[in-house]
């Protein structure tokens, strides 16, 4: 089994980021969808620490604007929906039900000796999850604006105090307009990005 190329088209070659918005809502089932599509891409482990907060109001996503750099401000202020990608540092607490034939394997990441192994498995499979999202978004018919133009500590601040959640990046969702994209850029050819041994 695989995609045909309309497939292809939609999910790659011919999805663009995202910067300005139909006026059309995204529902809660739509994001329900999302998730449970976006769940079942792979993590070390099982691990899931990817945890997401969707920001479906204007006044959810005006609680962004002292992060956000000022390129960003108009696009996630019309954007149905942004989503804040983030990875939980205790995600291990939740390895004994992810990964039952080996409960054992929440003490690699238990102790402060294993800290930094354990905070480098969050971001790497909370930036594949975030990766995911996106596929599905885009399989299931929505348009992504992926960002990094923000300050990740006025966002934890606002959205993750108390929590052991850390942001990594943004992502609009919707129904984009087609206007302001900009031309589609080139990208580095195998030879350039690929070596075969």
Sequence with gaps: ??????????????????????????????????????????????????????????????????ALSAGNVEKTLSAPVTVIVGYDLRFDEKLPRLFPHNPAMREMFVGEDKRHFAETTAFRNGSMQGAYLIVAARALGLDCGPMSGFDNAVVDAEFFAGTAIRSNFLCNLGYGSGERLFERSPRLSFDEACSLI
């Design 1 to 66: 089994m695989m995609l045909d190329s309309d497939g292809f088209d939609l999910i790659f070659r011919a999805a663009r980021s995202h910067n300005a918005w139909r006026d059309m809502p995204v529902s809660e089932s739509q994001l329900r969808a999302l998730y449970d599509l976006m769940k079942w891409g792979p993590t070390s482990v099982n691990s899931s620490p990817g945890r997401l907060i969707f920001l479906r109001t204007r006044a959810s996503r005006e609680r962004l604007l002292p």
